[in-house]
């Protein structure tokens, strides 16, 4: 059973920038896709960013373009999301996922995702 951890998150000030890792308990498995996903309280989940493994394309919500960058790195075995210029609405707990299956032409958001950590709270202030 793979795990995954996330860290990172915490409590900022609107306009501060943070940075959350994701690290899967093995490198011994097959992973198409890594995303993360918030959920906002009293809201459903949201997609937010995903990169594929093996490649490297990225794939992000329009919420949230040109103020997160999702990455990897293939050595250290983690995915990275880089949150800059944070708003009070980016407050959420975010989850880090991976679908570990090709699933055709299925997009990002829409993949089915195998493997979900607990999540780590980001708590933006105005």
């Known amino acids: 059973q793979v795990r995954l951890e996330e860290s990172g998150g915490g409590l900022v000030q609107a306009g501060a920038s943070l940075r959350l890792s994701c690290a899967p308990s093995?490198?011994?498995?097959?992973?198409?896709?890594m995303a993360w996903f918030r959920r906002a309280p009293g809201k459903e989940r949201e997609f937010v960013a995903a990169i594929r493994w093996n490649g490297g394309d990225t794939f992000y919500s329009e919420s949230i373009k040109g103020r997160f960058t999702v990455s990897r790195d293939t050595v250290q075995n983690e995915m990275y999301l880089q949150m800059n210029n944070l708003s009070p609405e980016d407050t959420a707990v975010y989850y880090c996922?991976?679908?570990?299956?090709?699933?055709?032409?299925?997009?990002?958001?829409?993949?089915?995702?195998?493997?979900w950590g607990q999540g780590t709270q980001v708590t933006v202030s105005s």
């Open positions: 996922a991976v679908a570990s299956l090709h699933q055709g032409h299925v997009a990002a958001p829409d993949l089915e995702y195998d493997y």
């Open positions: 093995t490198r011994t498995f097959y992973r198409y896709m």
